[in-house]
Structures are given as structure tokens and as C-alpha cells.
Nanobody, 118 residues
Framework: QVHLVESGGGLVQAGGSLRLSCAASGRTFSTIAMGWFRQAPGKEREFVGDINWSHGSTYYGDSVKGRFTVSKDNAKNTVYLQMNSLKPEDTAVYYC???????????WGQGTQVTVSS
């Protein structure tokens, strides 16, 4: 099993920045990628971005490209989400996830709330 714990959420004004962290523990040796998703009230879960655990390549959802950056620290089994130029529409619960296979994310964190005020 893998356990994921997010931190760093909070309230920020539009145009501001936040950095989320997600620490993985347990059987992490099979990690292929770690990523971030978000879900706003009344909306479906949305892919934000992810990072390949071996070679560090990243991929982003269209709504956050150029504003958000996913990075990692392999030694700490931690993935980060740097969010800049935040907009009110970025308000959501942000979830960290870990993938051990080709496509489906297998493990999820409990989520952390990000609220952007206008």
C-alpha cells in the first residue's frame, strides 16, 4: 500500500501563488508517476498535471499550462505543485495521486482545499 499526504492549501488572493506538497510513504518503489487533480463543487474531477518519476517529464492540463509547475524530490518521495497567477476559477480541492501502471492512478491523497478570492 501507498499513503499520500498533501499539504500547503489555503486562501490566497487572485494573482497570488501557493505551493502544494505531497509526501508518499509505503510501497513507493513501483512509482511510475505522481500527479495532481482538482475538483470544484459541482464539477467533475480535472487533471492538473503530473510528472514521470524516473525521467521527470511533465504534462499539464490546458487550464493551468504556463501557470502551474509540477516538480519532485525523489529522495523525499515528494511531489510539488507550484501555482502562480492564481485565478478564482482555480478554487477547488486538490488531490495528489500516484500511478504504478501505464494509465490509471492507483493511490490518492485526502485532498487539500485551495481558495482563490477575487
Amino acid at each position: 500500500q501507498v499513503h499520500l499526504v498533501e499539504s500547503g492549501g489555503g486562501l490566497v488572493q487572485a494573482g497570488g501563488s501557493l505551493r502544494l506538497s505531497c509526501a508518499a510513504s509505503g510501497r513507493t518503489f513501483s512509482t511510475i508517476a505522481m500527479g495532481w487533480f482538482r475538483q470544484a463543487p459541482g464539477k467533475e474531477r480535472e487533471f492538473v498535471g503530473d510528472i514521470n518519476w524516473s525521467h521527470g517529464s511533465t504534462y499539464y492540463g490546458d487550464s493551468v499550462k504556463g501557470r502551474f509547475t509540477v516538480s519532485k524530490d525523489n529522495a523525499k518521495n515528494t511531489v510539488y505543485l507550484q501555482m502562480n497567477s492564481l485565478k478564482p476559477e482555480d478554487t477547488a480541492v486538490y488531490y495528489c495521486a500516484l500511478r504504478v501502471g501505464a494509465y490509471k492512478y492507483d493511490y490518492w491523497g485526502q485532498g487539500t482545499q485551495v481558495t482563490v478570492s477575487s
